[in-house]
């Protein structure tokens, strides 16, 4: 069995507004459950992908301070 995430997520997604995107992130992060790892994965390297070097920078700033915030 092929199982491509990478596709499921985009066609779940392919429709979505930006309200619609935001909220299906916002569902997954308060969910919290371990299921939803992967899509959370998916749309980060479609942001990842489509962002410039200064954004880059930036996510990994944000990612950095918020690691140490939660240790």
């Not at 779940?12 to 969910?31: F, R």
């Not at 959370?40 to 930036?58: A, Q, T």
């Not at 990994?60 to 915030?69: K, T």
Request: no cysteine.
């Amino acid at each position: 069995m092929d199982l491509n995430i990478r596709k499921a997520i985009y066609a779940n997604i392919s429709n979505n507004d930006q309200e619609q995107l935001e909220a299906t992130i916002v569902d997954a992060i308060n969910n919290g459950e371990e299921k939803m790892l992967p899509g959370l994965g998916v749309l980060f390297e479609l942001i990842w992908n489509h962002s410039n070097e200064e954004e880059k920078k930036e996510m990994i700033s944000s990612l950095e301070a918020g690691i140490q915030n939660d240790i």
